[in-house]
């Protein structure tokens, strides 16, 4: 069995996209995971990758194509109004960060059924779209989505490289950051943008409903080993990767195995080794 | 508008006060993610019952599906309570683990019968009123209506009979320990009334929407009143304006009923959020300008106050000490010649006595200047 896998490995073209593509995936978000981790947005991932569906449906309507850039662009604008919302909503009023991200992901979630039901309606069957983006199909990925995880995981990586004394004081001291006189508020919005575009690409992957996990499990599973923040970004990329490729080489292995779930259940399957074998006995 | 649409819009309205009554206290407490996580983790209740009894009527289902978002629940506190993980993190991380646990069962042994993944997500409330109810061969109506109703019964009675004690150990804990009342039960009460009617509503609109019914009318009554009867009502009111809404807006343009319920809501917190009396944005810059308005005179006299003797000052040199723009220095010195606390004479600004007097009681209102 595992020889057979492996020589798939080698010869078989689409195993290898899919194994690729999840672990660029891993990878990527992985990395920023720990960021949101840190900073105490766990659950922003979850609000973002919700709010990019009516992004995805609209890119749809708008320019009727199935090109994954395409609609992943559409994903990715709505993500990032979505996140806006959130922080607005957040600053103007006194409602918590809670129910912020309560209202803003089941609102846009619930304006990306109504067009996708609409979409549904109106002739063309794309009843795939919904299943895709839902729960992701990791067996479905094509060279050229492979491509586009390559370039948009190598940016968010790139950039994370380049602000990384930024990104590290914004984690642990955003004050300090401030009083050093660094731009705050930008850096704030950078880091963000890099977490929406590390969620889209993902989505045709493992789906909507399930992204934010592979965000906060790598971080939450790294966090377990390790104090210093470069080695728990690069254990949680490691996590992150053998989490994706582990669970869509099952999924494609097993017929009519949902990707989105299967890698959930792996990363979280590392988690709790963590969470038990980890030296670290206490959170600071 | 016919029966069956009649029972479709009742059955959503019932839903969303169902909903909102747990609501309330999710979000005073700050725990509103908690149903989203519910309202998903009950799916490998609902599987796991369902593979054992092999039927989607039993109402074992329901016990399955309560329990499991309860045990979401009690993991979730564990694993805060290990202090190895922060409570959102703890959140992100249990509750897709159930919720895909559940989705690889059904793929995996369900895959065949009316149970599969898009109706958990986006549940279709057209079809919620397909299932009769009936008793002694009677038609008595859709079991959705029946199911929501007792939902909507329970969570009335709970929250009527335990007010007292969800007011206080939501907004105050500590004094709630005081006075033994417990609110560790109190929350799990909570957490069992928010499971309870995720699994109604779940079926009804779906495992997202629902946290839509649960969380934004609250929010949006929140914004507009700071007295809990009233945000009890108007949560109920904003909840069912949100589902009638949503059914006429779903009817019109023939899509999803759950997605247009969802999307309405969104829409009435928006117009909360910017025309709520006192805490709307639209408030809040009328109030932070008319403040503006009020101290800038205040900050002006209590300056010049300051400064020894009284022989006038250009105004070019106030804006630059104050560190003003001229067009709000303009401002502040109009709205001061107005109260008569300063003049413009020979193009200086003189204090008056009345402004002497004005500045050395705003320096205490305002403590500026202190």
């Given amino acids: ?76 604008i709505a993500g990032i109004i979505g996140s806006a919302c959130i922080l607005g909503i957040i600053r103007n009023t006194r409602i918590k960060n809670d129910a912020a991200l309560g209202i803003i992901l089941s609102v846009f979630f619930g304006i990306g059924l109504v067009l996708l039901t609409h979409i549904q309606k109106n002739g063309s069957s794309n009843q795939s779209i919904l299943n895709k983006f839902l729960f992701g199909n990791a067996s479905t990925l094509m060279h050229e989505d492979l491509i586009l995880m390559l370039i948009v995981g190598g940016v968010v990586l790139g950039l994370l490289t380049l602000f990384w004394k930024e990104c590290s004081l914004l984690a642990f001291d955003p004050s300090y950051l401030r009083s050093l006189g660094y731009p705050v508020v930008l850096l704030d919005a950078l880091l963000t943008l890099l977490t929406v575009l590390s969620i889209v690409i993902g989505l045709q992957t493992v789906g909507v409903v399930l992204m934010s996990s592979l965000l906060v499990a790598p971080a939450a599973a790294a966090r377990q080993w390790t104090k210093r923040l470069s080695h728990m970004v690069i254990l949680a990329a490691c996590f992150g990767a053998c989490a994706g490729v582990t669970g869509s080489l099952i999924s494609s292995c097993v017929t009519h195995l949902p990707t989105g779930p299967t890698i959930v259940v792996v990363v979280s399957v590392i988690v709790l080794i963590s969470l038990v074998f980890g030296p670290r006995r206490s959170f600071a | ?100 646990v559940g989705v690889i069962l059904i793929s995996q042994y369900a895959r065949n019968v009316h149970l599969d993944t898009d109706m958990v997500l986006l549940g279709e409330l057209a079809f919620a009123s397909l299932n009769r109810l009936h008793i002694g061969g009677v038609d008595v109506g859709s079991s959705a209506l029946w199911l929501m109703g007792g939902i909507l019964a329970l969570n009335a009675l709970c929250i009527r ?92 343009a023939d899509v999803s009923i759950a997605g247009s319920i969802a999307s309405m809501s969104g829409l009435i917190f928006l117009t ?38 009284n022989t006038g000052w250009e105004v070019d040199q106030i804006a630059n000490q104050l560190g003003w723009s001229i067009e709000q220095i303009n401002l502040a010195i109009h709205g001061a010649v107005a109260l008569e606390y300063v003049v413009l004479l020979m193009g200086k600004v003189w204090l008056t006595q009345k402004g002497c007097v004005f500045a050395r009681e705003s320096t205490e209102k305002f403590c500026v200047f202190s």
């Avoid at chain 2, 019932?14 to 309202?39: E, K, N, Q, Y």
């Avoid at chain 2, 929010?219 to 304006?241: D, E, K």
């Fill in chain 2, 272 to 309: 909360a959020l910017l025309f709520a009396p006192r805490k709307g944005i639209i408030a809040n810059y009328m109030g932070a300008k008319r403040h503006a308005n009020a101290l800038a005179p205040a900050i002006l006299c209590a300056y010049l106050s300051n400064k020894p003797g």
């Fill in chain 1, 1 to 76: 069995m595992e020889i057979a896998l492996f020589t798939n490995l080698i010869n078989d073209y689409t195993l290898r996209t899919v194994v690729l593509g999840s672990a660029v995936l891993g990878i990527t978000a992985g990395a920023l995971g720990v960021f949101a981790l840190l900073r105490g947005q766990s659950l922003l991932g979850d609000a973002i990758s919700h709010a990019s569906l009516p992004g995805i449906a609209c890119a749809f309507l708008l320019t009727s194509t199935k090109n994954p850039a395409i609609l992943l662009c559409g994903g990715a």
């Fill in chain 2, 161 to 252: 009979l335990f007010m007292k004690e969800l007011q206080v150990s939501s907004f105050d804990p500590v004094f709630a320990t005081v006075i033994s009342v417990h609110p560790v039960a109190i929350y799990y009460l909570l957490m069992a009334l928010t499971s309870i009617t995720a699994v109604g509503a779940f079926d009804v609109v779906g495992a997202i929407v629902v946290v839509a019914l649960m969380i934004t009318p609250p929010a949006t009554a929140y914004l507009c009143t700071n007295r809990l009867p009233t945000l009890i009502l108007l949560s109920c009111l904003f909840g069912m304006g949100a589902a009638v809404g949503g059914y006429a807006l779903a009817a019109s």
């Fill in chain 2, 1 to 100: 508008m016919n029966m069956l649409e009649l029972e479709i819009v009742t059955i959503a309205c019932i839903t969303a006060l169902a909903c909102a009554l747990p609501g309330v206290f999710l979000v005073l407490r700050g725990v509103s993610l908690m149903s989203d996580a519910i309202s998903h983790a009950i799916l490998p209740g609902i599987v796991i019952m369902f593979l054992l009894v092999q039927s989607l009527e039993s109402p074992l289902l329901i016990f399955g599906a309560a329990f499991s978002g309860l045990l979401t629940v009690v993991c979730t506190e564990l694993l805060i309570n290990s202090q190895k993980l922060k409570k959102d993190a703890a959140i992100g991380l249990v509750f897709p683990l159930f919720f895909s």
